[in-house]
């Protein structure tokens, strides 16, 4: 018994090696947001945490090799308790190397001061997110930082979520963009500053496929392959929009959501990407 434990402990072992591959996981958290990096070296870069702490936690178990505790990065988009409150969990199970967040910090009081609390018990380097910033998170993966500019919007529909860090992820020739949950306004700010940027494979839509959300122009600045849609089932917003899902429609883009298709994965060689649902 004890051979076929210690066996079956190493086919685990073997089984979650690097392989090489870019793994992306768009992490079915409910009503909210979580990506999850796994690096062609073995790396773990976590984008937001979703709204129940122990989903997060449970999600990166499922994903990550059972001996990783730490993360190379930690990106926390925006404050809303739907991004932030599995982060807050997520940060006293494993070690950050590195935080990158939004610099507006007006959300949720108590979340907010929990997040900072647990921010400073870990001692993890925090730097405000503003375009024009770039991670190498390795050699051939980086990560550039398209927004916000250091002029936050205000009174808009939502400051906060017209805050959020938006991120392109760059692998060989493969890119993704991933929008946070921004609105029309920073939308179109977005465009006006990186337009010509924004081309990517695959797109994380904006703000769980919201009316606000994802636009033609937007769509057609980054022409994506692939659309990922964090978002409940059922779910009191309506999300995602019939509108949004008639732009991806009409345009031919496949639209895998996690309301109905679990966890995605994306899998790439740094070339062409290929997409794993749950279900």
Known sequence: MALAAGCALLLAALGQRPDGLLHFWTLDVGQGDSLLIGTPGGQAVLIDGGPDPAVATRQLGRHLPFWQHTLGLVVLTHPHEDHITGLIEVLKHY???????????????????????????????????????????????????????????????????????????????????????????????????????????????????????????????VQPQVALISVGRGNPYGHPAPSTMGLLRDAGVPAYRTDEHGTIEVLSDGHQVWVRPER
């Open 95 to 221: 070690q950050a190397s590195a935080v990158l967040e939004t610099p507006f910090n007006a959300g949720n009081p108590q979340l907010e001061d929990e997040w900072q609390g647990q921010l400073a018990l870990a001692g993890v380097p925090v730097t405000l997110a503003t375009d024009g910033q770039t991670v190498a998170v390795e050699p051939g993966l980086t990560l550039h930082v398209f927004y916000p500019t250091a002029h936050l919007l205000s009174g808009t529909h939502s400051d906060i979520n017209n805050s959020s860090v938006v991120l392109r992820l760059d692998y060989g020739s493969v890119r993704m963009l991933l929008t946070g949950d921004i609105e029309t306004e920073a939308v179109q700010e977005l465009l006006a500053h990186e337009g010509g940027q924004l081309g990517a494979q695959v797109l994380k839509v904006p703000h769980h496929g919201s009316g606000t959300g994802l636009s033609p122009a937007l769509l057609a600045a």
